[in-house]
Nanobody, 128 residues
Framework: QVQLVESGGGLVQAGGSLRLSCAVS????????MGWFRQAPGKEREFVAA????????AYADSVKGRFTISRDDAKNTVFLQMNSLKPEDTAIFYC?????????????????????WGQGTQVTVSS
């Protein structure tokens, strides 16, 4: 069983930066494709960024492209989301998700239903 724990959220002014971390335990991160999603009050959970087994295989929502960067450190069993130039509309609970994939897969996934494991979320609040 995979456990995911997010950290690094908080309150930041518009234009600022935050770095979210997702610590993976119970299994080796190298066997998983990972994703970040977010959910604002009254809205559905939406895709933010994804990364395949290869760190070169990444995808981003248009709303965060050029501002956010997803990365992974398999040796530390941790996935990161570097968020720069934050905007008030980025305010949401951010969730980390994991999907077991074959050893030869470099696919990434952008739908919540693609993932079988989720963290509890970390709050990001951006003030104007």
């Amino acid at each position: 069983q995979v456990q995911l724990v997010e950290s690094g959220g908080g309150l930041v002014q518009a234009g600022g930066s935050l770095r979210l971390s997702c610590a993976v335990s119970g299994r080796t991160l190298a066997n998983y494709a990972m994703g970040w999603f977010r959910q604002a009050p009254g809205k559905e959970r939406e895709f933010v960024a994804a990364i395949g087994r290869s760190a070169l295989s990444t995808a981003y929502a248009d709303s965060v492209k050029g501002r956010f960067t997803i990365s992974r450190d398999d040796a530390k069993n941790t996935v990161f989301l570097q968020m720069n130039s934050l905007k008030p509309e980025d305010t949401a609970i951010f969730y980390c998700a994991a999907r077991a994939v074959a050893y030869y897969s470099n696919d990434y996934y952008s739908r919540p239903d693609d993932y079988g494991y989720w963290g509890q979320g970390t709050q990001v609040t951006v003030s104007s």
